[in-house]
Nanobody, 132 residues
Framework: QVRLVESGGGSVQTGGSLRLSCVASGFTLKEYGIGWFRQAAEKEREALSCFSGLDGSRYYTESVKGRFTISADYAKNTVYLEMNRLKPDDTAVYYC?????????????????????????WGKGTPVTVSP
């Protein structure tokens, strides 16, 4: 059974850092793109980053590029999102999601172009709160 479990969320002050983890089971990381999304109160779910298990490519949206770093441990079937210089508007529930075969990429600039409807499996999310 396919399962994604996020962890690592919590409360942090502005400027702090958190590392989120997404442990995948029921499938091999090599066969999927693993994306990170977030959803803040009264906002739509927003794509952040994606790790391509096939070739290790990493993609970001402009909103987090330069502050967030995605990585993976194939042996642990785990994808991480290191979040640095956090701001209050980063407060949201963070989700990982799996997309079969690859990450969706914006051709024009190479940014992550994943959409919630395009993802095949979802975790339940881990909340992040950044205080002023």
């Amino acid at each position: 059974q396919v399962r994604l479990v996020e962890s690592g969320g919590g409360s942090v002050q502005t400027g702090g850092s958190l590392r989120l983890s997404c442990v995948a089971s029921g499938f091999t990381l090599k066969e999927y793109g693993i994306g990170w999304f977030r959803q803040a109160a009264e906002k739509e779910r927003e794509a952040l980053s994606c790790f391509s298990g096939l070739d290790g490519s990493r993609y970001y949206t402009e909103s987090v590029k330069g502050r967030f770093t995605i990585s993976a441990d194939y042996a642990k079937n785990t994808v991480y999102l290191e979040m640095n210089r956090l701001k209050p508007d980063d407060t949201a529930v963070y989700y990982c999601a799996a997309e079969i075969a690859s990450c969706t990429v914006v051709v024009e600039n190479g940014a992550y172009g994943g959409k919630p409807y395009g993802m095949d499996y979802w975790g339940k999310g881990t909340p992040v709160t950044v205080s002023p």
